[in-house]
């Protein structure tokens, strides 16, 4: 029996928004990155089915069929002309027909579980509608777990390593904290997140006094209440290294599956724009996160009643220091679809790179694609057979297929 996938990688603006928004907020944009569909495309397995926004492009699958890649059932939920920003989800609950397809995949016994990037609220009317079921936590759990808040207070309390900052309800707090953090670490910089988003979104970087005296000019008391949620002020780290893991919490299981760790690769402005797959790290980074994931399994489940996916930020400083649980999502990273597509392809753990695409507006002809940014700039080479390259349909030209 298959499984139901449904691409609503919106999942965080859902969370961040109010149920009766019928447009986003200021500042809060639907998470559709564009061309996540694909990955979802080739990593759900032939006995699957995934919900797309439309339906590919049918040289991209017959490319994707020629690396054989056995292709999920398609089913297309329709994209809003009016409401380009509608969720994935929101998009399958507007139409019925649609919904009996999946009742009956049910019924016939063709499909029993609803996987997803994240749980919301809507993912969950899908199942109930459609008689699918949820294997993870529900949306309410998924939204607390998720929160910036959350992650600084559970690692406080388990004893993990946390950048020195504090929780504020205000601007005025805001400002105090940044001082605060200032006085006690020489003049450095901060950073204020917004306690619920994704991405960078809203995140904005403190260097100078002068940055202090504006917060009440970029952050107003309006600003935070649309959020509706707390702010975190923490010390920036401008030279740490970036490590990003994901482990599963099971019911009946609390230590986490094995963890595999990435390490962001950066750019010229010190900006991340990709993953090295996997990252080489000291067993003492590795022991030190995998005992911080142990915890974090067993606190969700016994504390919260939280299964499903747990997907960490963590910080490794040049100087040794580690922070862990720098961010704890309850969702899916996108490298759970890359590690699928891993073990459908080959027995040996092997580099597939789409980070790019994500951050890429840019069409490019596919030769030179090839040539020079997956050579070069990930530093992965088809000549060395080091893994396979799944173009992504819209941002290359000339479609053909690589030799591997």
Same mark, same amino acid.
């Given at each position: ?20 928004? #019928? ?27 995934? %919900?797309?926004?439309? #339906? ?24 809003? /002309?009016?409401?380009?920003?509608? *969720? ?5 609950? @507007? ?7 999946? /009742? ?6 063709? $499909? ?8 919301? @609220? ?8 459609? +008689? ?15 929160? @910036? ?6 690692? =406080? ?22 001082? $605060? ?11 204020? @997140?917004?306690?619920?988003? &994704? ?34 002020? #923490?010390?920036?780290?401008?030279? &740490? ?22 390490? &962001? ?26 005992? &911080? ?14 299964? +499903? *996916? ?19 999502? $309850? ?18 753990? !092997? ?13 490019? =002809? ?8 997956? +050579?070069?700039?990930? !530093? ?17 030209? #000339? %479609? ?5």
């Amino acid at each position: 029996m298959g499984s139901v996938w449904i691409c609503n990688t919106d999942v965080e603006s859902e969370w961040s928004t109010p149920m009766n928004a #019928e447009v986003p907020q200021k500042g809060i944009r639907q998470v559709i990155f564009n061309y996540f569909e694909e990955i979802l495309l080739s990593s759900a397995g032939p006995s699957s089915f995934a %919900i797309l926004r439309k #339906e590919p492009d049918s040289e991209f699958t017959d490319y994707l069929k020629n690396l054989g890649i056995e292709l999920p059932t398609i089913l297309v939920a329709g994209e809003s /002309s009016t409401k380009p920003w509608l *969720p994935t989800s929101q998009l399958v609950i @507007k139409n019925p027909s649609l919904i009996n397809i999946l /009742s009956k995949l049910v019924s016939d016994g063709k $499909a029993s579980i609803l996987e997803s990037f994240g749980v919301s @609220k809507m993912v969950e009317q899908i199942a109930e509608l459609s +008689g699918l079921s949820i294997p993870s936590a529900g949306s309410e759990a998924s939204k607390f777990i998720s929160r @910036k808040s959350f992650s600084r207070t559970i690692s =406080k309390k388990l004893g993990i390593h946390i950048p020195d900052g504090e929780i504020c309800n205000s601007a005025k707090e805001i400002i105090e904290a940044v001082k $605060a953090l200032r006085s006690r670490n020489r003049e450095c910089s901060a950073v204020i @997140k917004p306690d619920l988003d &994704a991405s960078g979104r809203g995140q904005l970087i403190i260097k100078k006094e002068v940055g202090i005296n504006r917060i009440n000019d970029i952050i107003s008391e309006e600003y935070i209440e649309s959020y509706g949620t707390p702010f975190i002020v #923490e010390r920036w780290h401008p030279k &740490a290294i970036t490590l990003s893991y994901e482990f599963q919490v099971d019911s009946n299981e609390y230590k986490p599956k094995s963890i595999t760790l990435r390490e &962001a690769l950066k750019d010229n402005e010190n900006r991340d724009y990709g993953y090295f797959y996997p990252a080489d790290v000291k067993d003492k980074v590795f022991n030190e996160i995998q005992e &911080a994931a142990n915890s974090l399994a067993i606190e969700l489940w016994e504390k919260y009643r939280y299964y +499903g *996916p747990v997907r960490c930020d963590a910080l490794h400083l040049p100087d040794g220091r580690l922070f862990p649980v720098l961010e704890l999502n $309850a969702r899916h990273s996108f490298f759970h679809f890359i590690d699928l597509l891993h073990a459908r392809l080959s027995p040996q753990c !092997m580099g597939l790179f789409c980070w790019f695409f994500f951050r890429s507006s840019e069409q490019i =002809k596919f030769g030179q694609f090839i040539e020079n940014i997956i +050579g070069k700039d990930l !530093m992965f080479s088809l000549d060395k057979q080091e893994g396979i390259v799944v173009p992504i349909w819209g941002t290359v030209t #000339e %479609i053909g297929r690589a030799h591997v």
